[in-house]
């Protein structure tokens, strides 16, 4: 079993961003390129997507390595 520790809930003042970002611009098939930035939030990976100009409708936040979030959790994985 795992014993993972506990942490206090986060707040508006002790939020936390680790220091790597990978950062995938595509579906994250096998075999996808990827870049590994020394900071996260940095120019060169997620920070090039304008987020004012995502959709509700896009659900490309919803998939990660070429699977559905939404279906992963329906099927309770």
Same mark, same amino acid.
């Given at each position: 079993?795992v ?31 990827? *870049? ?5 939030? =940095?120019? !060169?990976?997620?920070?090039?997507? %304008? *987020? ?5 409708? =896009?659900? !490309?936040?919803?998939?990660?390595? %070429?699977?559905?979030?939404?279906d992963?959790? =329906?099927?309770?994985?």
């Amino acid at each position: 079993m795992v014993q993972i520790p506990l942490k206090n809930a986060l707040t508006t003042t002790d939020f936390y961003h680790h220091r790597f970002e990978v950062w995938y611009n595509n579906d994250m098939k096998v075999g996808d390129p990827y *870049v590994i930035n020394e900071r996260g939030d =940095d120019f !060169s990976g997620a920070n090039t997507i %304008n *987020v004012t100009t995502i959709s509700r409708e =896009d659900k !490309s936040h919803l998939i990660y390595f %070429n699977a559905s979030f939404e279906d992963y959790l =329906d099927k309770h994985c």
